[in-house]
């Protein structure tokens, strides 16, 4: 079974990992609002509502990030 590569972090480089993933969540979460915005007026103008399914489809983009944030969080507590 492989190692946790968290745990062989010291605690400094751990929270600079979670800095840097809540600025990526900032800016994915901006990205995907403003892309909501647009499809949503796209498919209210345009009247093409299959364009809805790819909203919720965007929303796996944020999966990865917020797995690796609740890992780093873990690490942060297990270790205080």
Do not use: D
């Not at 745990?7 to 751990?14: G, R, T, V």
């Not at 299959?50 to 507590?77: C, D, G």
Request: proline share 4%.
């Amino acid at each position: 079974m492989k190692s946790n590569p968290l745990s062989e972090y010291s605690i400094e480089e751990l929270h600079r990992q979670q800095k840097t993933l809540k600025s990526a969540m900032i800016g994915i979460a901006v990205v995907l609002i403003l892309v909501f915005c647009v499809l949503l007026y796209l498919i209210v103008t345009t009247k093409k509502y299959t364009l809805a399914a790819i909203l919720p489809a965007s929303m796996l983009s944020l999966f990865p990030v917020l797995f690796r944030w609740k890992q780093l969080n873990h690490e942060i507590k297990s270790r205080k």
